[in-house]
């Protein structure tokens, strides 16, 4: 990795984390009540599961989405011709259908 790689990679890094802060601030500011804790995953009351299975529903429908985007995004595939959008809108579909009902993330 260059230096100006490496630098590029901090600065996303910083992008990425003050950009959160900012979201979660302005989060703060429209709900200054927040039910629980602001922006977490709480499972639905009508399932009985610990906070590791809900984060494993996180995990395994995190998991689709980005192989779903790294499949779809390879310039080195060529086996690729449908849509691109489409299959990572589809996966974003299947996994909202699959684990919404469970854990509202």
Request: proline letters at 5%; aromatic letters at 8%.
């Amino acid at each position: 990795m260059s230096c100006v790689e490496h630098n590029r990679a901090v600065l996303y890094f910083v992008a990425q984390v003050v950009g959160g802060l900012v979201g979660a601030a302005i989060l703060l500011q429209l709900h200054p009540d927040p039910v629980g804790f602001l922006c977490t995953s709480e499972p639905n009351a009508k399932f009985t599961l610990s906070v590791g299975q809900v984060f494993g529903y996180e995990l395994l429908t995190t998991f689709v989405l980005v192989l779903t985007v790294f499949a779809t995004c390879d310039a080195a595939r060529s086996e690729m011709s449908g849509s691109g959008p489409l299959a990572i809108g589809l996966s974003v579909t299947m996994c909202h259908l699959w684990a919404v009902s469970i854990t509202p993330a």
